[in-house]
């Protein structure tokens, strides 16, 4: 018997994943369980290195399905809750925004729904800085927590819709929350239909990338190990019904960073394929992180560094990418892209 039982949902994706392996290791004394549906982002291969430690668990289940949460939450009786499980793509946001309001909103209510009846001791949210809609390009200028919500794309306004509804289980019956809002994430087993990922596994494949518009949005990126450090952070020591914004001051335009790939790369600038622009596609992102800097965080990756250790994990790491992008992604990516 573990001393504590915390319940991670979207642990196959990209930053759960990585956040189920860091609790596993990090917390050997609680049982981390790993709840996900197994959608096209999430894979459990990822997991081999901790799949036989005693403190790691995997339950598929769809966090819509209110029954069946409720009756794992009696079953398991969780102390803590760390809310990943998503849909997290923009663009299939505008594809698709039906099962971004599915997921992203039912979704958590049935999950603060069923944290309410067994009375957990945090549930943190896992939100993030596109809620606040965009910032122009004055350099000087930040998102902070009380930064109005104006989430700009359907994706963004599902994200919004479920802070809302975390604060209002807070308000109304007191449960105990947390919402962390964090700027773009990169590092390993990032999916490749974002940015930094798809940059880096087709110029090893010498194929074109595509960048929307004239590639001069800015993103405040973070490592994804840097953004588990501020979660862990802020499930142990936040203050109940607080928000936490999360960045590291990393902004970089999109051609930016896709040059800094490429150069990282050793290849050539000819493969950037300048393509149509994304539908009300956000200018600017800038996270200020001061109120979690104050509680004891700081990032450890910069830009530079994070960017040279990421680019070695996918040359390192082609078996997991390479097998995403040969099967049902293929599709998607047609779609898409017409390269
Ligand atoms: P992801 O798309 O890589 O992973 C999402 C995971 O959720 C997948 O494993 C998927 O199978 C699972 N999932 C989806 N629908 C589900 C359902 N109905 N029931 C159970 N599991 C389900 O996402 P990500 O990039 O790791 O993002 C994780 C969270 O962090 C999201 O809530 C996202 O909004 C937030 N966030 C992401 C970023 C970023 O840069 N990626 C930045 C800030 C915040
Ligand atoms: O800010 C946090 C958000 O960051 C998270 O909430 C989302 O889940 C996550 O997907 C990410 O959203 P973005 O839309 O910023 O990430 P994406 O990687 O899709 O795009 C980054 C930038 O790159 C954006 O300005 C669009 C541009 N882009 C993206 C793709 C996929 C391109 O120019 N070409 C592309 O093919």
């Not at 050997?28 to 799949?51: C, M, Q, R």
């Not at 930016?256 to 596609?281: P, W, Y």
């Not at 992102?285 to 560094?305: C, H, M, N, R, V």
């Amino acid at each position: 018997m573990k001393e504590k039982k915390i319940l991670v949902t979207g642990g196959a994706g990209f930053i759960g994943g990585n956040f189920v392996q860091y609790m596993v290791e990090k917390y050997p004394e609680y049982d981390v369980f790993n709840l996900d549906n197994l959608t096209y982002a999430g894979d459990l291969t990822k997991h081999s290195l901790i799949e036989m430690k005693n403190n790691y668990n995997f339950i598929k289940a769809d966090i819509v399905d209110d029954r069946l949460i409720m009756s794992i939450f009696e079953k398991e009786k969780f102390n803590y809750v760390v809310h990943f499980a998503a849909e997290s793509h923009v663009d299939r946001s505008i594809t698709n925004p039906g099962i971004f309001v599915q997921t992203n909103v039912i979704g958590t209510q049935v999950l603060l729904e069923a944290a309410k009846r067994v009375g957990i001791t945090k549930f943190v949210h896992i939100s993030t800085d596109e809620v606040y809609g965009e910032l122009d390009f004055d350099p000087t200028t930040f998102f902070i927590e009380e930064t109005p919500l104006k989430p700009n794309s359907p994706y963004s306004a599902s994200k919004a819709s479920s802070d809302l509804l975390v604060r209002a289980y807070h308000e109304t019956y007191g449960l105990p929350i947390n919402i962390t809002r964090c700027s773009n994430n990169y590092g390993p087993f990032h999916f490749p239909e974002k940015l930094i990922p798809l940059t880096i596994s087709r110029v090893l494949t010498d194929e074109k990338v595509p960048v929307y518009g004239e590639g001069q949005n800015i993103r405040d990126w973070l490592h994804v190990f840097d953004h588990c450090a501020a979660i862990d952070l802020v499930l142990h020591k936040g203050v109940n019904g607080e928000i936490y914004n999360i960045g590291g001051h990393n902004e970089r335009t999109n051609l930016e960073v896709v040059r800094t790939i490429i150069q990282a790369l050793g290849k050539s600038e000819e493969l950037i394929e300048f393509v149509e622009d994304r539908l009300g596609h956000d200018k600017r992102y800038a996270i200020d992180s001061a109120k979690l800097k104050q509680l004891g965080w700081k990032p450890s990756y910069t830009f530079e560094t994070g960017i040279i250790q990421t680019v070695q994990w996918y040359v390192e790491n082609e078996v997991w990418w390479k097998q995403i992008i040969n099967g049902q992604y293929l599709t998607y990516f047609n779609k898409q892209y017409s390269l």
